[in-house]
């Protein structure tokens, strides 16, 4: 009988941005039942730490009038007193799920930063899924976490927990489980930073591995997009948000962007005087034409001079700053007339639609621009700071949000309140969803060059070098083979497709390029073709220098060891191969190093698990959490500990932390 029940075992799996957790193994593997953001908020007690942030308001209690006799005063006290109602002010404290002000975030490019900060995260997660007392514990690790970092973590959960037992897994090596592949390249895109694993036989690669690669993770799309539309009134977080939309795409290198611009075409400044007054990259007349109608310079009708009392800035408007400066009901009034004008609209506008035709909607890779639907925290921030009252929030939230709402003003399929208000109108700061403000906001083609700026090329750059770094070279082309590009970071529309559309142009041998070699073969011989029907036999006439590999005169000791490495001509008793290190061809071992296995001939994804449905819904970006359920099920529930893939309770007393590094899978 195992020692551990299915709905005992614990899995957590801390991240920069989000930490996953469940409690308990289903029948069928699902995603992460817990998703806690991975920050913490300072208490009012120093070193101690809150999960969300907490808003503190004065809640005045009524008074009498100021003309009330002491009878009537004295008659008023006495029924707040037997309602319950406070006879004095006090202070109300409310937790705030929705705002990151203030946050610390102890993970950081998938490194521990903030010990105190991150004990306190795990123990909120921990607490958060109750668990029984006799659980076991799985952690999945970052590639960043050192030996001594996994000592102190063995430490924390046994003494903290008091777990009965606890192991710890690579992300990459869960990753793999997950596949069900033994073999494979695992690419992980996190927040701040991409991890290149090369996994041999479940054995991830240590020498070689690419661990928290900056500059790379979803964190620098959305800087490299806050660069490209800074000018147009965007903030880091409608590029956040602009990132996880639908209408942002990588487009594959070579794919023009809509309007027939070069994909990554940046225009050069040959002129910066010119750049400055008018706009123009260069001089003279070629250039002034590409500029607009509209005079450049300050002053009124000029493309960087304001309309007399227009609130609206070329770009997107900063509604906060609005609402924070004093214009707020100025603002509201010209919101709610806008609001009539598109119903009235509408309204007419739906006579004709039954004659006109249908507008051919145009797939997103083609349209110049698109819309997508902001959330704005900060405008959210700023109006719960004002303290403008049940009624003046819930007003203030139906003249700006812009969202779409049905009949019932339900949220799509989960029936949640659109306004995120109750039937008073008070809003519910408890619920993560709730009071959302929302605008739609167009933007051009800048949406498709979130992995512009070398994004890409680093990352195809670094799993070349991770898989060259394998010293099993007859590994290499499976693990060419056996790419698994996941984290959150990959989520981004068209991104899995423009990596390996870059690692196949970059890396890829193919029958074509054969043509390099062209120049490199004498004129006797034939040119190769792709089948290989007419690759040239060399004549081993003389041997290569230091006694080395018979050559042919003038041709490249690369190209012979190309041609050679299966060349069926060359080829002796079968199951044998010609080695060119002795001038008497005496035969080696097929699986013998050979140059051959140095460059790629196919490069392609390990197909994704076809039995777990629940997570075909939703994707295979977090299945190193999938592969975590698959590993424990193996190790505290099949295996009991035979294999000491974990570490138990008298295991910790014996040996201490430092013992965690004798129990692995």
Known sequence: MPPFKDEQIIIIAPGSETTLAQLGLPESFTPARL?????MFPAEKEGEWEPYKIRRRMEEAAKPPANASTEEKQEIADMKKSLGEPEEDQIIYEEDQISEEGAVWPIQKGKIVNWSCFFALITHVYNTMNPPFHTPILLIAQPAWTPKEHEKLTQFFFEKFKTPAFAIMDSALATTWAYGVHTATVVDVGKEKVDVTAVSEFVPHTIGRVVALPDCGGEAMTLRLLEKLKSKGFNRDMCEQLKKSTICEILPVGIPLPGGEPNGKTDTITNPAAAASTGATASGPAAAATLGNVPRGPGVDTEVGDEPGDLEEEGVLDVANIVASGKMTEYLARKEKEKQEKAAAKKKGADTTTTTAKPVRLP??????????YEDHALLDTLKNMNLGTEGMAAAHAALDEGPSNKNGADGADGEQRSGADANGATDLANPKAGRIRREIEVGVERFQAASGGILENIADAVHRTISAV???????????????????SRIRGFKDALITLLKTKYLITPSSASIFKSELPSAMPTPTGTGANTPTPQLSQLGPHGGPPISSGVNPLLYAATTAQNPQLMGTPGTTVNPMYAGGQPQAQNAHSSHGQTPTSIGFVKLPEYFPEWKDVGFDESAFLGAQVAAKVLFIVDGGVSKGYMTRPDYNDQGPTGIHDYSL
């Open 35 to 39: 998703h806690v953001r991975s920050c």
């Open 364 to 373: 997103n890779a083609k349209r110049e621009k698109a819309t997508f639907m």
């Open 471 to 489: 010293d099993e070279v007859n590994k290499r082309s499976e693990l060419w083979e056996g790419l698994i590009i996941c984290g959150n970071g």
